[in-house]
């Protein structure tokens, strides 16, 4: 069912219809890397309403788009931007119908607000047809520099844990010590799918407001959200009723925990650049295209409150909540009814259609929860798996919103 409704949800989708954010935010790295990206900023163009009736936001964007395909803006937007009564569209329309003169130039860079996005964005735009450097160029250089010895050396590294793994299973070393949850019988392992329905519906649910726009409500969000998590746990279902150390391993080793997710979480790493060449990057030219709406929120409104909310979503709410219901409590129930790589793979593939990224998507996402599965499995204790979903996901964070720096 959960599959039927991602694959019906998805079928919605126009191919290639890409949100607002996520066209503003290619529309950003085609100018920062000077590419002229004209696809992309006539998707954008598209998307933004006529003249007559773009006000604000929209209105300064459709104006700079319009100024980024061929340096000049449509008549009736420079005569809607001058006629208004805010300085900085009137200060922008006076520039754009005349680009060359450096006093209006100087002007429109001096009412530009540097702390907002799109203004920014704009005004390196104003600053390049003025033949000044943003530094972009430089910066984007200086972290692309960094960027790919760590990747490699990371890289690296996850081919010779492979290696390694696949060696020490060859000569019979390494058994797994089994799903941490340790059913009876077929029928108790049976009862157990009842409370991740239970746990996808909190998972799925919007989350709870806690006083509004607050960094400590940010914060209850997510505690009340694990805590109902938790619950479920000790929910009514059938017997018996399991707690936390039942699905979260009883004996816990520290150091071997972490040694556990970070080597996985190199491995992971070729797994998924792999399984993006291969499957992820050809269905995306078939399938309809999707984006997180959170991380979408996160790139084109960059606020501290926005990036604590999705931070906090991706690298605390979403590593224990999702990897409780489909590796610690889903994975060992199908494996007690079938065999531990069927309940991988299936548990893997239903973890992937939760996500709202689209089919193209899943392959990654499930190669994501096929290793977090194994160490799982192979540990016996679900934090490897907890620590591993929040290292890959905080670094995806953290990267995104270092490039955009």
Not at 116 to 139: F, N, Y
Not at 369 to 385: D, I, Q
């Amino acid at each position: 069912m959960l599959i039927a409704l991602a694959l019906y949800g998805n079928a919605l989708r126009d191919q290639d219809k890409k949100t607002f954010a996520v066209e503003l935010q290619e529309f950003r790295v085609a100018r920062a890397t000077g590419e002229a990206a004209q696809a992309s900023l006539d998707r954008l163009f598209e998307k933004l309403p006529d003249y007559s009736k773009a006000t604000g936001e929209a209105l300064l964007l459709k104006a700079a788009v319009d100024f980024e395909g061929d340096s000049k803006v449509d008549p009736k937007g420079i005569e809607k931007l001058r006629a208004s009564k805010d300085q900085t569209e009137k200060a922008l329309g006076a520039f754009y119908a005349d680009p060359k003169n450096a006093g209006r130039g100087n002007k429109a860079l001096a009412v530009l607000d540097r702390t907002l996005p799109l203004e920014r964005e704009i005004r390196d735009q104003v600053a390049v047809a003025m033949g000044q450097s943003t530094g972009k160029g430089k910066q984007l250089m200086r972290q692309v520099m960094v960027l790919i010895p760590v990747g490699a050396t990371f890289l690296l590294a996850g081919i010779g844990l492979l290696i390694w793994f696949s060696q020490q299973r060859g000569q019979g070393k390494l058994e797994p010590k089994g799903f941490p949850i340790q059913f009876a019988n077929r029928a108790e392992a049976d009862k157990m799918p009842w409370r991740v329905v239970l746990g996808l519906l909190v998972l799925l649910a919007p989350a709870p407001e806690f006083g509004g726009d607050s960094a400590m409500a940010v914060i209850l969000e997510v505690g009340v959200k694990i805590a109902l998590a938790l619950m479920i746990l000790l929910a009514p279902i059938g017997y018996p009723a399991y707690g936390p150390r039942d699905v979260f391993g009883k004996n816990q080793r520290w150091g071997a925990n972490f040694a556990w997710a970070l080597g996985g979480w190199a491995a992971n790493a070729v797994v998924l650049l792999a399984v993006l060449i291969l499957i992820v990057l050809p269905l995306q030219t078939i399938t309809p295209s999707a984006e997180h709406p959170g991380a979408s929120e996160m790139m084109s409104n960059p606020t501290a409150l926005t990036v604590l909310r999705f931070a906090l979503l991706a690298a605390v709410t979403a590593p224990l909540l999702e990897e409780i219901l489909f590796r610690g409590m889903l994975a060992p129930a199908i494996a007690k009814i079938s065999t531990p790589t069927v309940a991988i793979v299936i548990s893997s593939l239903l973890f992937a259609a939760i996500h709202p990224q689209g089919i193209a998507a899943w392959a990654a996402l499930g190669a994501v929860g096929c290793m977090c599965a194994v160490l799982t499995y192979y540990s016996g204790s679900l934090w490897p798996a907890i620590l591993l979903h929040a290292f890959h996901n905080g670094s995806l964070v953290a990267l995104s919103l270092w490039i955009q720096s």
